[in-house]
């Protein structure tokens, strides 16, 4: 049975129940150690498998954990299931850092009495409330008919201030922020079985801990993640994604490579993935689904074939992610999004089968 993990306690007690070496590779402001776990074999290039900057997008955690079993290679196999400690601990949690004691509450109306009452408020309309509580800010944001995705409708509304009345958010710079999910439809989130975590940057850009990877500054997590990679040297990076405009769907997000050869070798990896999943029975994402109607010309993407897409970080800003990050340094890179809405155990699923189809292939190329 595939295992949600409702607190980060729970999944350290899993992976280091593997009985593979761990590593502590630094800790969190709460004092959580960061950790990755050590499997597979004695070749290399090294392949990295990592998850849970969008702590919101649990399958793709449990994917990481379940390999730590299921990936059958000799390559070195290095593992780090999430990249925010505090986000998997929930709301309640992440609240707890700016009170010092976890508050109890089951409604969006408590959690607005919490922020009101402890909390100096900067932002307060259409059911989205921004407070600064100690040295961490809070962002609640209520479910509406008009706002099915309102964690979403609250980071729009963040990039918007940003790009309008900066000011607003003087306060909150190189600050975390965290903000409640309201996705009540999936399991393990919930409203508040997560909180997602945001860093706003010296500038006053609104980012996630998938940012910073090609910057000076950046928070713990990602720190840690890329010494990790200077040392691991991976030839192959994942990063296990979901996406909350989904249900039962599946895209895979590739990058372009800087030399031919390794482009080569993507593309294939990509066409053995996707043609893998296809086979598993998923449904391929449409554009409408990845895009939202926005077309493709319009976007950072390039598509391939029916369902893999290629991003582009330039195009996009706000600096390279994860993915984007290794294909540019280490090699060939790959995301999943699976879609949130679906049943938990099939999106570990595909999680999982991304990974274990795209090594098959990149075991040929070192043979
Ligand atoms: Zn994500």
């Given at each position: 049975m595939t295992q949600i993990f409702r607190t980060y306690?729970?999944?350290?007690?899993?992976?280091?129940?593997?009985?593979?070496?761990?590593?502590?590779?630094?800790?969190?402001?709460?004092?959580?150690?960061?950790?990755?776990?050590?499997?597979?074999?004695?070749?290399?290039?090294?392949?990295?498998?990592?998850?849970?900057?969008?702590?919101?997008?649990?399958?793709?955690?449990?994917?990481?954990?379940?390999?730590?079993?299921?990936?059958?290679?000799?390559?070195?196999?290095?593992?780090m299931p999430t990249r925010d400690p505090i986000g998997l601990n929930g709301y309640a949690y992440a609240l707890s850092l700016g009170l010092g004691e976890v508050p109890q509450f089951d409604s969006f109306e408590d959690v607005e009495a919490i922020l009101r009452d402890a909390g100096e408020i900067f932002y307060d309309e259409d059911g989205m409330l921004l407070s600064l509580i100690g040295d961490y800010g809070y962002a609640s944001s209520r479910p509406a008919a008009q706002?099915?995705?309102p964690q979403w409708a609250f980071?729009?509304?963040?990039?918007?201030?940003?790009?309008t009345q900066p000011d607003l958010l003087e306060a909150f710079k190189y600050r975390r922020l965290y903000m409640t999910p309201g996705q009540p439809g999936v399991e393990g989130t919930g409203n508040f079985g997560r909180a997602y975590t945001l860093i706003i940057s010296l500038e006053g850009e609104v980012l996630h801990l998938n940012r910073f990877h090609d910057t000076a500054w950046a928070p713990v997590e990602v720190r840690c993640t890329r010494r990790l990679m200077a040392e691991i040297q991976p030839g192959i990076t994942f990063d296990l994604h979901e996406s909350?405009?989904?249900?039962?769907?599946?895209?895979?997000?590739?990058?372009?490579?800087?030399?031919?050869?390794?482009?080569?070798?993507?593309?294939?990896?990509?066409?053995?993935?996707?043609?893998?999943?296809?086979?598993?029975?998923?449904?391929?994402?449409?554009?409408?689904?990845v895009l939202g109607g926005v077309p493709i010309e319009e976007t950072w993407f390039t598509r391939s074939e029916k369902g893999v897409y290629w991003l582009d970080a330039t195009v996009r800003g706000e600096g390279l992610n994860l993915a984007d990050y290794a294909s540019r340094v280490y090699g060939l890179a790959f995301g999943t999004e699976m879609g949130m809405y679906g049943s938990f155990e099939k999106r570990v699923s595909l999680g999982m089968l991304t990974v274990q189809s795209a090594v098959r292939v990149f075991e040929q190329r070192y043979r």
């Open positions: 306690t729970d999944l350290l007690e899993r992976v280091e129940g593997a009985g593979r070496p761990t590593r502590v590779l630094g800790h969190t402001p709460d004092g959580s150690p960061i950790v990755s776990v050590r499997t597979g074999g004695e070749k290399t290039p090294a392949i990295f498998i990592t998850a849970g900057s969008h702590s919101t997008e649990h399958a793709g955690v449990s994917a990481a954990v379940e390999l730590i079993d299921q990936l059958d290679t000799q390559h070195q196999v290095y593992i706002r099915p995705h980071y729009n509304k963040l990039q918007d201030i940003h790009n909350q405009l989904m249900e039962d769907c599946y895209w895979l997000s590739a990058r372009h490579q800087p030399d031919a050869e390794n482009e080569a070798w993507e593309q294939r990896a990509a066409q053995a993935t996707i043609k893998a999943i296809a086979d598993s029975g998923a449904v391929l994402a449409s554009d409408d689904d």
